[in-house]
């Protein structure tokens, strides 16, 4: 499958997507995995919802217990989940909006990004200037 039909390929998806992803075709819970890594359910929602990563040593834990690579959790690239059986399940048009979306959270993170960088030289050069 090329990566713009592939549902967890690097210009789709996120760690958090990905992660989450994975899980469910573990058949696991937010809940098992957490006890599985010995962290808590608000942890792994955190990481599902990219709102924070995981420590190098959780990260290569998880990978095994979803068997997938560190690499394709963090890229979306190297040895992921089968998403075939995923492909067949959903329409043409569902999965275009679903780019669609994932695109546009990816250019809202790198306008957020931007806008703390420029926040912050403001804030820098305020103070300076006091």
């Known amino acids: 499958m090329n990566d713009e039909n592939d549902w967890f390929g690097p210009d789709t998806a996120t760690f958090g997507d990905r992660v989450a992803g994975a899980r469910d075709a573990a058949g696991m819970t937010q809940t098992q995995l957490a006890r599985r890594l010995g ?41 992921g989940m089968d998403t075939t059986a995923l492909a067949g ?25 931007r806008l703390a960088r420029v926040e912050k030289a403001l804030r820098l050069k305020l103070e300076r200037g006091q």
């Open 89 to 113: 399940d959903v329409d043409a048009e569902l999965n275009e909006l679903v780019v669609e979306l994932r695109s546009i959270r990816g250019e809202m993170r790198a306008s957020s990004e």
């Open 39 to 79: 962290v808590k359910k608000a942890t792994i929602v955190g990481w599902e919802d990219d709102l924070s990563e995981p420590r190098a040593n959780k990260l290569s834990m998880m990978a095994g217990m979803l068997n997938v690579s560190i690499m394709w959790l963090l890229t979306g690239e190297g040895d």
